[in-house]
């Protein structure tokens, strides 16, 4: 018998280049996969005014209109894939504004709600900062919260804080920090 050779020979490895590892792969194309989902949550009016292939919008506008769930996975699926062969930096840049339009209006919503708290758990200093700054809205202002403290008191139901957090979230400027207004009008 002759000497065999190695059937394992681990220098023909070393200068092979490996391409991404297959779950790589799968997350790269699960994370298109949502961007696309996300991006069709935007609306029709976003997608066919966001200057995509044709191939691409037309998938994208189909993805609300399907409720089945496996249909709606294997669209998805198909929507990554036309999404790999695209550059997807201006979806990218679209969602992301998405998202911080959304921080900046919950944002919003819960200073909002700190100042209505402020105001019906008594800081009567607040009150009167509001009503010379906005002297068109202070008579309501103040009617709303002494009302909302009443209903407070009583235990009954926040009608009037209700209507105050409307009225405060109706105020032209939204104020950048829980102290006084400093516009006069």
């Known amino acids: 018998m002759g000497k065999r050779k190695p059937l394992y020979h681990p220098e023909e490895f070393n200068d092979r280049q490996y391409g991404p590892s297959k779950s790589q792969l799968k997350r790269d194309s699960t994370e298109l996969q949502s961007l696309g989902e996300e991006f069709a ?13 044709p191939e691409l919008e037309a998938a994208l506008l189909l993805i609300r209109t399907l409720t089945k769930h496996e249909a709606r996975r294997r669209h998805l699926q198909y929507v990554g894939k036309l999404m790999r062969s695209f550059d997807t930096g201006r979806i990218r840049e679209i969602v ?15 200073r909002t709600e700190r100042l209505r708290d402020r105001m019906v758990d008594g800081d ?3 009150v009167q900062q509001f009503f010379t700054a906005y002297p068109g809205e202070g008579q309501r202002l103040r009617q709303l919260v002494l009302a909302a403290r009443r209903e ?16 405060l979230q ?5 104020l950048s920090d829980e102290t006084a207004p400093e516009r006069q009008e």
């Open 152 to 167: 407070k008191t009583a235990g009954k139901p926040p009608t009037s804080a209700r209507a105050l957090f409307r009225l």
């Open 170 to 174: 109706g105020i032209p400027e939204n």
């Open 96 to 110: 992301e504004a998405a998202r911080q339009g959304h921080a900046v209006r919950t944002d919003a919503f819960h």
């Open 124 to 126: 009567d200093e607040l």
């Open 41 to 53: 949550a935007l609306g029709d009016k976003v997608v066919r005014e966001a200057g995509l292939p």
